[in-house]
């Protein structure tokens, strides 16, 4: 009996030896992945959040369709630089006013203000009487797209009969 108290003694060392040798590593490897597993459900959690935030500004889109069709006209791609010059032809026969010439060239941007709009200037000279003119600087006014006048200046003519030619300086937005 005397040598049992060691035996146990013993037995119970080796026992926590031999424990924190090959069940201590499955332990620190269980807590990894508890970290990794919480971390996930983190994620997924934000990722559902973020999910859930992009439905709905989806329906506040859909809603806002309209909304949102005027502010794209307004501000179109570059490939409708074309079809604005167009607009610009179109509203100019409608109006009475004879476009003479037009031309058009994106505004430099520096560095420092890269903007996501582009500015465009496009320059016109047209022809015709005051009141046709002031109908075609309506139009222009009142369209969905974003138009600035920049510079405007007329030569009056010499005879009655001539038509008054109107030099304008334009500034348009494009994306």
């Known amino acids: 009996m005397k040598y049992a108290f060691t035996i146990i003694l013993i037995n119970i060392i080796l026992a926590v030896l031999i424990g924190g040798f090959f069940f201590y590593p499955r332990y620190q490897d269980y807590k990894e992945a508890s970290l990794n597993a919480r971390n996930k459900e983190k994620e ?28 794209d006209s307004a501000i ?6 074309s079809s604005f010059l167009k607009f610009l032809g179109d509203t100019a026969k409608d109006t009475g006013i ?21 500015q465009y200037n496009v320059k016109l000279q047209v022809s015709g009487s005051y009141f046709s003119f002031k109908n075609f600087l309506f139009v222009l006014e009142h369209t969905a797209r974003l138009v600035e006048v920049s510079k405007m200046s007329f030569d009056t003519p010499l005879d009655e009969d001539e038509s008054i030619s109107y030099n304008l300086e334009l500034r348009i937005y494009s994306y």
Do not use: G, H, T
């Open 98 to 118: 004879s476009l003479e010439d037009v031309s058009w060239a994106e505004c430099p941007v520096s560095k420092k203000e890269e903007q996501i709009a582009k």
């Open 76 to 81: 179109p791609n570059n490939s409708q630089i």
């Open 44 to 71: 997924l959690a934000n990722y559902q959040s973020f999910v859930q935030k992009m439905r709905s500004i989806d329906q506040e889109l859909k809603q806002n369709q309209e909304l949102v069709a005027k502010v």
